[in-house]
Each structure stands twice: as structure tokens, then as C-alpha cells.
């Protein structure tokens, strides 16, 4: 039997347009370089973000109109970096609340609920290691009205029926009354956006091209990684950033645990990832599809990007 990521990687190499999933690109090393990624200046995303979760906790905390107690459930929170200023705001303003991070690395939620109770000692902190929907499932059960947060973008990362299919299994699983905050890059000039994804310190590139170095460990496979290289490309029309690995010679390249050898012409390209761009019209548009009702955009000081407060009906 094949794993996941063997059954991923045959599929995406031997498609006609070939590709990878961009979950595999967050293994222990992948994940580090993106933190390189996100302390980069031109990687606008993490400060604009973090800027409009510290400043506009009140903000935030007044559009909710929730009952107290009620639950935080933040959906993939890693290092919950993004969230500690609203959490702080909430504790010392003495607000009545449950904070639920869920994500899939237990390691992450050990170390984040360590740092929280050291870090805000007043936190009622309840974290939970799995699948999303089998822990959202339990949210419609909760006496408790509940904000969700999916934020950093994450849903740029899905194509258009795939965000819609996810923000209607979100509401599914959402009480009436409950709120969704979900980040969103906003499309802007496309310079800014270049910079951000096609680094001139090539920490982008390496960040893609440790896939391959991840494939030739787990799957025992023999990339050359030198005979790769990165391109990304961004259409301001449809707001969608593309990145590819690009091969630079007519190659072959065998994969031992897939029993499989893939031939790359000479620039051919593997699809790694797609960072879709919103405007504040398509945003409303994408909440109306998938049943919602939006309260408020609360942008950032550059309007670079969005964290968008939804309401379930
Ligand atoms: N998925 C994140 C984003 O869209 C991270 C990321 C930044 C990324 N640059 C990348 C993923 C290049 C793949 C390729 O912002």
C-alpha cells in the first residue's frame, strides 16, 4: 500500500500538465524556510495581517454582538502568532471566552499552548489536534456562539470550487449567529505582489525546491536539484499568482518507492501553488455563494489585505 503523499506526488508527475500539492511543501525544513519566507520585507502578508489583528482588536470584539461565554476557534493556528494581540485584548479587558486553536502538528499545539499560559495566564485555552471538520463537527453542538478564524490567507490557496466547497462545509458546521473571520490578499499592484513571491534572495525558490529534496529522501527518488529552478507568475486580470519548479534539461528521474521513472523535457514545469488575489466585490460575491452574510472588511493601513467578518444566518 502506498502512502498519501507517494499516491500525491504519482498523480501530480504523471499528469500531462504535471504538479505537486502545496501541502507537502511544509515539511520540518519547509516550514522553516518559510518562516524566512514570512520575515522577508517583500512578503507583505504576515505584517499587514498582524497589523489589522493588534489594532483593531476592539474593532473586532465590538462587531461580534456575542453573548459571553463564547468560543475562539481559530483553524490551523500553528504558533498563534496572529492571534496574540486579540487574545490579550480579550483577557485584560476581562471578556468571557474559550479559545480553541486546532491543527493537525501536535507539536505546534504543545508548544503554543505552553507559551500562552506563560505568556496570558487568564487564558481558558482548550486545544485540539486533528482534522478540522471532525472538531467543527462538535461546534455545532456548543451551547456557546462561536467566532471561527481562518486567516493568513490560507484560502488563496484553493481554486474557486474548492474555497466554495470549503466555506460551505464551514457552514454546515456553524450555528446561526456564529462568525467567520477570513483572511484574504487583496489584489493590488502587481510589482508588490512580484516581489513578494519571486524573491531576489531566492529563499522562494528554495523553499520549493526542498519538495524535490523532501521526494528524493521519503520516496527515495534522485533529483538533481541543480537542474531545477523556480518561476512564479501573477495575472492582475484574475488576481491568481502561479509558481512553478522549472526543469532546465530533458531529464529522467527515478522514484524507487513508486517503482516509476518521469521524464521532464527541457523547460518543462511542475505546478506547485496557487495564491489567488481578491477584490472587496469578489469577496462579498464568494460570501453570498456560500450563504453568508458579510459584516465588515477591517483592512489594514496600506489596504494590502482583508480579514473579513462573516455571519451565519
Ligand atoms: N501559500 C502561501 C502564500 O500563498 C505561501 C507561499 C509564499 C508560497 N510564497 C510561495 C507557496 C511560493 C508556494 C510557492 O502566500
Redesign the pocket.
Known sequence: MMNSFAEDVHAGLSSDNKYLP?KY?YDANGSRI?QE?MNMPE?Y?TDAEFEILSMQTKQIHNSLHFSEPFNIIELGAGDGFKTFKLLEYLVHNKVDFNYVPIDISKGAMDLLSKTLKKRLPGLKIKPKVGDYFEILKVNKESQYPSLLLFL???I??YSKEKAISLLELFHRNMKSGDKLLIGF?LKKNPITIHK??FDSYGI?KR??LNLLIRINRELEADFKIDDYDFY?HYNPITGQ?K?YIVSLRAQTVNIKALNSAFHFGYNELIW??L?KKYDLYEIDQLAKETGFELNTNLLDCKHLFSDSLWEKK
Do not use: K, M, P, Q
Request: charged residues 10%; proline residues 0%.
Open positions: 502545496s511543501l518559510f519566507i512578503y502578508l493568513g490567507s490560507n488563496g490557496n490578499d513578494a513571491y522562494t523553499f520549493n512564479c499568482l509558481s506547485t501553488e495564491s
